[in-house]
């Protein structure tokens, strides 16, 4: 298991007449990611209102906030159970078989259209044995052609763009290996987390965006930046591209500084907490459709 604390402080200044916002920021109660102690803080006297989905767990905090300084603070103490497997064993489910809930990850979305690539999806890896290690040739592909480049591109950026430029954040990566999967039909979708193990000289802790592939009857991590260490990553939002788990929708006028993030893993020998590390094994920790809690 790993142990993991978590901070992130948001500060914004509203401007006039108000504005609504909608957070993706709090981790994920699943099966396999046990929030123990969580804290919640808006400064601001203004009612909340909490969402769960039902597929993905993704837990959103909607607010109006009035003019004037907001800000708002989450802490949460976790454990991650990691489900383990051997990348030779796992195969590609045909779409005939697919579970009702991992359809929607085939289809082409606003940054990930995968109609687009289909001809490029086939030829790079169309010959390739089928399974797990055909997503990992995908992800290894994304990683070795592509250019992790701070500021090179923005929220209009979609993997069409990112194909043609070969440069971008983390989010462009996951983008366009999601895309090159939908074309293959193999179901994939964005995930985000915080970068636990990425390097300081990237720049302050943030947050992160990796891809969960389904096969093998799961859904497993892969992080084509390769930026961080995938047994270290938060479950926050789940979704089909970035659109659907923004850590901050904002409808109104604001000026924003950079999220303030903290997180950090403890080891116990006796409580079995583990450091995060990076290893080969396949790596899951969401099996598919929760019963809402």
């Not at 994920?28 to 209102?49: C, D, F, G, K, R």
């Not at 390739?128 to 290894?140: E, F, M, S, T």
């Not at 000026?255 to 396949?282: C, F, K, L, Y």
Request: glycine content about 6%; proline content about 8%; overall charge negative.
């Amino acid at each position: 298991m790993v142990h993991i604390h978590l901070a992130i402080d948001l500060q914004y200044e509203v401007l006039p007449p108000g504005a609504d916002f909608i957070f993706n920021v709090q981790a994920a109660h699943t099966p396999q990611q046990t929030v123990t102690w969580e804290q919640l803080q808006v400064s601001q006297p203004v009612p909340l209102l909490m969402h769960t989905d039902a597929a993905t767990r993704t837990r959103t905090l909607r607010l109006s906030a009035t003019p004037g300084a907001l800000s708002v603070r989450y802490r949460a103490t976790l454990g991650i159970e990691h489900h383990v497997a051997d990348p030779d064993q796992l195969t590609e489910t045909p779409v005939a078989q697919l579970p009702p809930e991992a359809l929607i990850y085939i289809y082409p979305s606003r940054y990930c259209p995968s109609d687009c690539v289909a001809q490029k999806a086939f030829e790079l890896f169309g010959q390739l044995p089928q399974g797990y290690r055909r997503v990992k040739a995908i992800r290894d592909w994304v990683q070795n052609h592509v250019t992790f480049t701070s500021g090179s591109s923005n929220s209009m950026t979609s993997a069409l763009d990112t194909l043609n430029d070969r440069q971008g954040v983390c989010r462009d990566f996951a983008h366009l290996m999601i895309t090159m999967c939908r074309a293959l039909n193999i179901p994939a979708r964005f995930t985000t987390a915080i970068d636990f193990g990425a390097d300081p000289a990237l720049g302050p802790t943030d947050f992160h965006a990796y891809v969960e592939a389904y096969v093998g009857h799961r859904w497993y991590l892969f992080d084509p930046s390769g930026t961080a260490i995938p047994m270290g990553f938060v479950r926050i939002g789940t979704g089909r591209d970035a659109a659907d788990v923004s850590f901050a929708t904002i409808f109104g006028g604001v000026t924003s500084q950079a999220p303030r993030i903290d997180i950090s893993a403890q080891t116990s020998v006796e409580n079995g907490w583990q450091m995060p590390v990076h290893r080969p094994d396949a790596l899951s920790t969401d099996s598919g459709w929760h019963a809402p809690a």
